[in-house]
């Protein structure tokens, strides 16, 4: 590993690059369009980081007759207005329209990856010198004013490599996480029978047998659960108190937590317990919980010896339940299912032992998403404390 303590200096970025503004060819000219040259809109930026074919492609003919400008392999593009900062690296030369301010590095001063792994700093700059009545936008002599400061090239190089990888390595989990997410959602259909159809797609082997027609009020029952006034809730644990769940607890962006005192009544989940929401945002299963659970919610008590849990979960989570809980709880403001709405709708189950079989595949499935999820999330906050701390 090599180490520089070379002085980094503060430069202004049109001092080690070149910034390009872009344009549109004539709609109305055909012979402008359907060429060979890129040209890049907002809208195709800010989901990868090298880019190299866009959605509409301009002639020679319609970039010399418009302010497009071909700019070359390495050039970061950057979006001035209504979205300011999206950011990616061209991998083959191209051009955009003129919502973009590009940024050419000065090869010889400044890396490509360097300068877009600064993309954050460049973003608050845009928006903090952006002007405009009806929307913010950033000029490219205002962007050129940009102060950043810069080690030598080869530390550039050095550090963009660090970056590099990690960012690759996002990228890889973000991907793994998508194909699992694709392949989980084609099993929910082909593991599970259509309506009105009494085998599924797919089959393990030695299963053969029709699947028996059921109601969910054959197999299961309903238990409502506690509303808690947010002024006997609590956001930290303490001596008696119980995890409350709520509707932001099916968020996982969010941080709130609540804890209440322990109810009069039994309306507590252990973690073999299945819950699914009745109001709102109807049919959201959630297993693998303990705690009180909120008015909004049904407690699914089944019989473990005839219904295997996992595989009830991802009956509750496949496309004809949801469909049918969906249609049940109708289509008012706030959607609401009742106990003999569910209870009412008909369901195909197989042996106990084909239901154990495809609960623990699907399970294995979703342990993969997460551990991918668990992954990418340390990766980003790796990038983020590297960031915070290796630029000035």
């Given at each position: 590993?090599y180490?520089?303590?070379?002085?980094?200096e503060?430069?202004k970025?049109?001092?080690?690059?070149?910034?390009?503004g872009g344009?549109?060819p004539?709609?109305?000219?055909?012979?402008?369009?359907?060429?060979?040259i890129?040209?890049y809109t907002?809208?195709?930026?800010?989901?990868k980081?090298?880019?190299d074919n866009?959605q509409?492609?301009?002639?020679?003919?319609?970039?010399k007759?418009?302010?497009a400008?071909?700019?070359?392999?390495?050039?970061?593009?950057f979006?001035?207005?209504?979205?300011i900062?999206?950011?990616?690296i061209?991998?083959e030369?191209?051009?955009?329209?003129?919502?973009?301010?590009?940024?050419i590095p000065?090869?010889k001063?400044?890396?490509s990856y360097?300068i877009?792994?600064?993309?954050?700093?460049l973003?608050?700059?845009?928006e903090?010198?952006?002007?405009?009545?009806?929307?913010?936008?950033?000029?490219g002599?205002?962007?050129?004013?940009a102060k950043i400061?810069?080690?030598?090239?080869?530390?550039?190089k050095y550090i963009?490599?660090?970056?590099?990888s990690?960012?690759?390595t996002?990228?890889?989990?973000?991907r793994?996480c998508?194909?699992?997410?694709?392949i989980?959602?084609?099993?929910?259909?082909?593991?599970?029978?259509?309506k009105?159809?009494?085998?599924?797609?797919?089959?393990?082997?030695?299963?053969?047998?029709?699947?028996?027609q059921r109601?969910?009020?054959?197999?299961?029952?309903?238990?409502?659960g506690?509303?808690i006034?947010?002024?006997?809730?609590?956001?930290?644990p303490?001596?008696?108190?119980?995890?409350?769940?709520?509707?932001?607890f099916?968020n996982?962006n969010s941080?709130?937590k609540?804890y209440?005192?322990?109810?009069t009544?039994?309306?507590?989940?252990e973690?073999t317990?299945?819950?699914?929401t009745?109001t709102?945002n109807?049919?959201k299963?959630?297993?693998d919980?303990?705690?009180?659970?909120?008015?909004?919610?049904?407690k699914i008590s089944y019989?473990?010896?005839?219904?295997?849990?996992?595989?009830?979960?991802?009956?509750l989570?496949?496309?004809?339940?949801?469909?049918?809980i969906?249609?049940r709880?109708?289509?008012?403001?706030i959607?609401d299912?009742?106990h003999?709405?569910?209870?009412?709708?008909?369901?195909?189950?197989p042996?106990?032992e084909?239901?154990?079989?495809?609960?623990?595949?699907l399970?294995?499935?979703d342990?993969?998403?997460?551990?991918?999820?668990?992954k990418?999330?340390k990766?980003?906050?790796?990038?983020k404390?590297?960031?915070?701390?290796?630029?000035?």
């Amino acid at each position: 590993m090599y180490w520089y303590c070379f002085t980094w200096e503060r430069k202004k970025l049109g001092d080690v690059a070149e910034i390009v503004g872009g344009g549109t060819p004539s709609t109305t000219k055909d012979n402008y369009w359907n060429g060979s040259i890129n040209w890049y809109t907002p809208a195709e930026i800010g989901d990868k980081i090298f880019i190299d074919n866009s959605q509409r492609k301009i002639t020679n003919l319609g970039l010399k007759n418009s302010s497009a400008k071909i700019l070359p392999a390495g050039t970061m593009l950057f979006t001035s207005r209504a979205g300011i900062g999206k950011t990616a690296i061209l991998k083959e030369e191209g051009s955009t329209n003129q919502g973009f301010q590009s940024i050419i590095p000065n090869v010889k001063l400044l890396d490509s990856y360097f300068i877009y792994s600064m993309s954050n700093i460049l973003k608050k700059y845009g928006e903090s010198h952006g002007a405009g009545s009806t929307f913010i936008e950033i000029s490219g002599k205002e962007l050129a004013k940009a102060k950043i400061f810069l080690p030598s090239l080869i530390e550039q190089k050095y550090i963009s490599k660090i970056i590099y990888s990690i960012d690759d390595t996002i990228q890889l989990h973000e991907r793994k996480c998508e194909e699992l997410t694709l392949i989980k959602k084609a099993l929910l259909q082909k593991l599970f029978p259509k309506k009105d159809v009494i085998k599924p797609e797919v089959r393990y082997k030695n299963f053969n047998d029709a699947w028996e027609q059921r109601r969910f009020k054959d197999i299961s029952k309903l238990s409502q659960g506690l509303q808690i006034a947010i002024s006997k809730r609590f956001t930290h644990p303490g001596d008696g108190k119980l995890f409350y769940i709520t509707n932001e607890f099916l968020n996982p962006n969010s941080t709130v937590k609540y804890y209440i005192d322990s109810p009069t009544k039994n309306v507590i989940a252990e973690k073999t317990d299945i819950l699914m929401t009745r109001t709102g945002n109807t049919g959201k299963v959630v297993t693998d919980v303990e705690g009180v659970y909120h008015n909004n919610f049904f407690k699914i008590s089944y019989n473990s010896s005839k219904i295997d849990r996992w595989f009830l979960y991802y009956l509750l989570n496949s496309y004809p339940i949801q469909r049918e809980i969906l249609v049940r709880a109708g289509n008012s403001t706030i959607p609401d299912l009742n106990h003999n709405d569910f209870y009412g709708i008909k369901i195909y189950i197989p042996t106990i032992e084909e239901q154990i079989k495809i609960g623990t595949f699907l399970t294995k499935v979703d342990s993969l998403i997460a551990l991918h999820q668990y992954k990418l999330k340390k990766l980003k906050q790796l990038k983020k404390f590297l960031l915070q701390n290796m630029f000035i």
